[in-house]
């Protein structure tokens, strides 16, 4: 399974138009090689990059996705109502854009598609924790696109 955006390449530079310093649209994403059997589709982007003095586990949870159709082969910039969408960090159900303290460098935003064999039975007030244990042993395969971004 392969995740890309025709945003950015892998480990390259999240465009400013994605982040809270532009219009913070959605990340556009593509997916291909979805395994036989899937049912649906979760994404989990997260930024592990966060000052420990801000969250102490040093995470922040920028958009949660799941229930996703199994033919999905993409999420555009404008795409809506394509599954259910979890509480971030912020408490919000919609995309965060990458947003890092100026002058901490550059932060890491990793996008994690995960092929399941079910459909998920969770409430969009479910965060990354419930979303994760909902997954165990569901999980067929799993694609990373990490993206960079930095504030000055």
Excluded: K
């Excluded at 229930?67 to 795409?79: C, F, V, W």
């Excluded at 459909?119 to 479910?126: M, T």
């Amino acid at each position: 399974m392969r995740i890309v955006s025709p945003a950015f390449q892998d480990g390259g530079w999240i465009p400013v138009e994605h982040s809270v310093d532009g219009s913070e649209s959605q990340v556009p994403l593509e997916f291909d090689a979805v395994p036989t059997g899937t049912e649906s589709l979760a994404l989990v982007v997260h930024d592990p990059d966060v000052p420990r003095e801000r969250r102490p586990d040093g995470n922040f949870d920028h958009w949660l996705v799941w229930n996703i159709p199994a033919g999905q082969r993409r999420l555009s910039e404008t795409d809506e109502n394509l599954g259910v969408v979890g509480l971030t960090t912020r408490g919000t159900n919609s995309w965060i854009g990458p947003a890092p303290p100026p002058g901490d460098g550059p932060h890491r935003y990793f996008f994690t598609l995960y092929a399941l064999d079910t459909v998920l039975e969770l409430p969009p007030s479910a965060g990354r924790a419930e979303l994760e244990a909902a997954m165990e042993g569901h999980v067929l395969e799993q694609a990373v696109l990490m993206g960079r971004f930095q504030r000055s």
